[in-house]
């Protein structure tokens, strides 16, 4: 699926567009960046909590073209401007984590 499609799966907002074309193969889902960093596969989206500049860094680190923000947490600008630099999509969703790991999993036929 398109990075553009994650809109599709849930409802929220894009802080940052990313490169709406590229591709997401899977998802991850967690709030430990050290994990993140050992376990996710690269072109995957992330799927968090944890709204502050260093979650950019690490998606980038992995080669995530996106990141699911949930809960209804708020973008910190600083947050705004790495992924904007980094072009990270950048995803905000009142939906629990549980629920928008569902949807993406369900769009990318995972289940």
Do not use: W
Request: with cysteine; aromatic share 4%.
């Amino acid at each position: 699926m398109k990075v553009q499609a994650i809109q599709d799966c849930i409802t929220g907002e894009f802080k940052t567009q990313g490169d709406p074309a590229a591709e997401i193969q899977n998802a991850y889902t967690s709030d430990l960046l050290s994990d993140v960093m050992g376990n996710a596969p690269a072109d995957s989206v992330l799927i968090t909590v944890q709204g502050h500049k260093n979650t950019v860094a690490v998606a980038n680190l992995v080669g995530m073209p996106a990141i699911i923000l949930c809960n209804g947490r708020s973008v910190p600008q600083d947050m705004q401007e790495s992924a904007e630099q980094e072009e990270i999509a950048l995803y905000t969703t009142n939906l629990d984590q549980f629920t928008a790991s569902y949807k993406i999993a369900h769009a990318l036929g995972k289940i």
